[in-house]
């Protein structure tokens, strides 16, 4: 007799993975004596090196346990339990976790399920292998500027695709789709990475070394021998224009993460006064290098270093977010609702260049056409409303964009 | 953890940041540069004058005067400047100011101290100002005084692939040295013209490793197919610079197309071979990482 343990979607390599926000799971009994029509079973997460925990619950909560007890039904029906990452443990690879289903009386082992607890991390705070996962991945897709990088360099460009992106309320919601694509088809080249983020409000001594986002040196930036990056080409150029700016150490004035979170206001938190951020610490951040392509709107694409920039935008949203029970894409204080923003930057506006092409004075092409799939989740769709990135975990609408971040917990 | 202690955890630590940064909102008519005590507070003053809203239309000129107003000092000028450049993140509010702007930098990207003449022309650069280009070819051409360091000037050319720099370039490739032929290298990627030259530094022993590395990163992307050629060709030659077969192995990883085109069973073979033999750690790991990425596919 066994327990057969099925989560809702696998990748094409057989593997599944989960963030904080939990995902219903089937539970089969297989080989069974006639007659038994229930399995006593306990669930359990068994962890290896250090990596990702689990909880489990009968409903969709942030209030699981370490285990749970319950009657598996035999007779084909599978019975559905709840499962997700224990915040704040992480995996670091695939399988460093796994779901045990144990006999409850006996304690025998009837079926273990491996999976990642995956979301994104302090880039500061990566392992060596967690680093050099994740740079491969990003060189692969460069593909010496041949790869399917170029879209994402392509969209975010100036003239009507850096209105787009950058013209109102949309900012947030803009980029976020699009660090999600990115990390999608980062995803498709390597499953167990995911995209790391720079706390440009504290130092950062791992983040700007050779072996990882590179140091400048005379306004270029130099990698150590082997460096996956050193292959990087963008607009048929190699390399990386960044200036030394303050290199590892904290950015000064530049809001720090709870000044940022400040902005969105305390007995009423509101979306339209957090966006502030696009100012400070978003532009300081950019600027923060002195030089280089980071520091440009048109250009910063082009450096590796504006994705974690971003990433670290997108944590700050998200743990505002957390704080500020702000999830529900309807609420007054979620989003701008007055429906007053230019297109592109409404709740219902699908947002470009996911949406494809559109008439002048908005853009005319579309670099990449529609958003990645990911086997993990059908959300938000191909081509996204801003109203559809907001609940990004699914906390009131159970779209779950399937990233989260390792220091912004599921909470419902 | 308990989730609703950290959020508690968390929204304590808001409040007392807001606690502590509670400061006076300072507007624009506040603004008396006079009444400022130290250069520190008025940078810090400077810092606050936000470009979005109503403030922008009163603000961004204020800036501009300070940035090209030479009577003040570089560092309250620089102030002023990367004020001024927060504009880009907000380009539909600062659109009415960039013709200003533009005008500005322009002015300054002549007359300026190093720091302000150096960013103002980067800047420009990398917006593909017509103006600041001319000027840097200018300057490499000694048809006049050159404005920022040559390897420097060269690195802002490149940016902008119509800049119509690519015969200086060339020549700098051949003839220059150092950095400023680094540099001339690097913006020959997309020249097909100089795919020969390239192909013959990667060849040549007699050059440094730097120079042949970036000439190989140069050749890859002018000419995958030739690039593909000459990175195996070192990859398989036990006499030549083990840095440098580790990078030429680590492009052919990072490039499917590359990877195809020599991706043969014989040079898989061979590479094999080189792998176990090799001294070099560098190396080594180079071609493990693509025997794993063969291995994938």
Known sequence: ?412 | MDIENYRKQCLAEIKAERRKSKKKVRKVSDYDFSQVDSEEDLLETISEMSLTGSDAKKNVPILLDMLTNSSLSGKVRMGAFNQLRLGDFHPVEFAPHKPAYTKALREIAEKAPKELRHTALEQLALDNDRYAQKLLRDGLENIRKPLIPSAKAVQLLSHDDHSSSRKIMRRLAKKATGNVRAEALRALSNDKLSIGMLEGIVSDKKESTTIREIAAMSLKNASPKRFAKAASNLVLDGHDDAKLRATAMSAITHNKDIARIVGKPSFIKSVKSVGSGAKSRLLKNSIRQFQASIRID
């Open chain 1, 1 to 412: 007799m066994n327990i057969q343990i099925k989560f809702p979607k696998y990748d094409a390599d057989g593997r599944t993975f989960v963030t904080w926000r939990p995902v219903e799971i089937s539970l089969k009994v297989v080989d069974v004596q006639p007659g038994v029509t229930s399995i006593p079973v306990t669930l359990t997460s068994r962890t290896a090196n250090q990596g990702g925990q689990l909880l489990f619950s009968r409903s969709l909560t942030h209030r699981g346990s370490d285990e749970i007890s319950l009657n598996v039904r035999t007779g084909g029906t599978a019975t559905k339990v709840w499962v997700g990452g224990k915040f704040p443990f992480a995996s670091f690879s695939y399988g460093d976790v796994e779901i045990e289903a144990r006999e409850s009386i006996s304690g025998e082992l009837l079926g273990t399920h491996p999976l990642m607890v995956r979301v994104r991390k302090n880039a500061n705070q990566l392992n060596n292998s967690e680093r050099d996962r994740f740079l491969s991945a990003l060189a692969t897709l460069n593909g010496n500027g041949m790869g399917r990088f170029k879209n994402f360099r392509d969209m975010h460009v100036g003239g009507a695709p850096d209105i787009e992106a950058h013209g109102g309320f949309g900012f947030l919601p803009w980029h976020r789709i699009y660090l999600l694509d990115l990390e999608r088809e980062l995803q498709s080249i390597d499953s167990e990475v995911s995209l790391p983020y720079w706390r440009f409000d504290q130092a950062a001594p791992n983040l700007f070394k050779r072996d990882f986002i590179g140091v400048s040196v005379g306004g270029r930036v130099q990698f150590k021998h082997g460096h996956p990056l050193l292959n990087w080409v963008t607009d048929g150029v190699s390399g990386v224009l960044r200036g030394p700016g303050n290199g590892p150490n904290t950015v000064p004035s530049l809001r720090n993460e709870n000044q940022t979170i400040a902005l969105g206001g305390s007995s009423n938190p509101q979306f339209t006064s957090f966006a502030g951020m696009q100012g400070n610490p978003h532009g300081s951040a950019h600027m923060s290098n002195g030089t280089g392509w980071i520091t440009r709107i048109s250009t910063a694409p082009k450096d590796p270093l504006f994705f974690l920039l971003h990433c670290n935008v997108d944590r700050l949203w998200a743990k505002w977010q957390f704080v500020s029970n702000r999830h529900d894409p309807a609420a007054a204080g979620s989003y701008d609702q007055t429906g007053s923003g230019a297109p592109g930057n409404r709740p219902n506006d699908a947002l470009w260049p996911w949406s494809g092409p559109k008439t002048p004075p908005r853009p005319t092409t579309a670099p990449g056409g529609t958003l990645a799939a990911s086997p993990m989740t059908n959300a938000p769709g191909a081509s996204p409303k801003i109203k559809d990135v907001v609940d990004y975990m699914g906390v009131v609408t159970h779209k779950n964009l399937m990233f989260a971040y390792d220091d912004v917990p599921f909470r419902n």
